[in-house]
């Protein structure tokens, strides 16, 4: 990587996948055999217990995502609730690499339905190469860290500096925490970053108080009227305008 410019492009997940892959709650669909296996756990749980813990998990997970959509709660973390289905089934504190086998049990499946463009993947790269921090700013009921295993598998290992899941964070977009967190983390100005969204009311129309420059990206040829400090691309390409 070239020396960094000091500024970054801050992307919503939607902006880079090939079909909407951001969600609050969890929809998979697990059976066996296992998709994932788990080498450290199989040796005290079978598969068909290893698959009723994630149902389990995925059954808690998205009651809790209910109720916090309907503003009663926070959404739940899947670490949290990982380690609990575990200690029930277990009756013992689970190691920790139980805990991440379950977790990439689900992730897999959520991660499985995404992918990436040739064509965003050498943007990317381009930005990159160029001296600008990356970073990722997704609703997703998954950790950041599995997040980055999509991107490592995708051939873009290390491109990103920042990775903030609503997971993780226990918000959810629109709230502009994540965004401010995900700033922070690059310990850069937040006039220095670009946020790319491909969700007006999600992504971009909520960070008023954010001065960070705001680019819509939408196929779409008609769009109802953006304030004039909101820019409109119809593809990615088009982002070289404002970085």
Avoid: W
Avoid at 133 to 157: C, Q, Y
């Amino acid at each position: 990587m070239s020396v960094k410019n000091n500024k970054a492009v801050l992307f919503s997940l939607d902006v880079l996948t090939k079909r909407k892959a951001e969600c609050e709650s969890l929809d998979v669909h697990l059976e066996l055999p296992l998709s994932t296996t788990c080498p450290i756990l199989s040796r005290s749980l079978k598969q068909e217990e290893i698959l009723a813990v994630a149902e389990r998990v995925v059954l808690i997970y998205n009651a809790i995502v209910e109720q916090a959509l309907n503003g009663d709660s926070r959404p739940p973390n899947l670490n949290t609730l990982v380690e609990k289905a575990l200690t029930h089934t277990l009756t013992r504190a689970p190691y920790f690499e139980e805990t991440q086998e379950v977790i990439g049990l689900i992730a897999s499946e959520v991660y499985k339905k995404m992918s990436i463009s040739d064509e965003y993947k050498r943007i990317v790269e381009l930005l990159y190469t160029t001296g600008h921090m990356l970073g990722i700013v997704a609703n997703l009921p998954i950790p950041a860290s599995f997040l980055m295993d999509f991107f490592i598998k995708s051939g873009l290992r290390g491109y990103f500096e920042t990775i903030i899941t609503s997971n993780d964070m226990g918000v959810f977009k629109p709230s502009q925490d994540m965004f401010r967190h995900a700033i922070h983390s690059m310990g850069i100005r937040e006039r220095d970053v670009v946020i790319i969204g491909t969700n007006y009311d999600r992504d971009i129309q909520p960070l008023h108080d954010i001065v960070s420059t705001k680019v819509f990206l939408t196929k779409r040829t008609k769009t109802k009227s953006l304030p004039t400090h909101i820019r409109k691309i119809r593809t990615l390409a088009e982002l070289k305008n404002f970085v």
